[in-house]
């Protein structure tokens, strides 16, 4: 992981009541599951390519040890719009 105060990842763990379903919400159908999110920011601009490397390669294999387990890596919410998107 790169050394720097603004590149990180982060887990949130959805299970037990929170994931069952709720049919008065838009979140009718829910699993337990885990969400990793890479956040490949950084404090210093010479680290911005240093960054990008390291969420990719952590994507990369997150998705080689979990690409037998059902929906892994196969779902997500992309909150960036593609024009924007650098990765």
Known sequence: MLDDKGTVFSLHV?????????????????????????IGTTSEPKNEEAAIAWVLNFRDELA????????????????????????
Request: glycine share 6%; hydrophobic share 40%.
């Open 14 to 38: 959805l299970r037990g009541s929170p994931a069952k379903s709720n049919e008065g919400s838009v979140f009718l159908a829910r699993e337990p599951h885990i969400v990793v999110e890479m």
């Open 64 to 87: 080689a040890i979990t690409k037998d387990q059902k929906g892994v890596i196969s779902q997500w919410v992309a909150l960036t719009p593609p024009s924007e998107a650098s990765l």
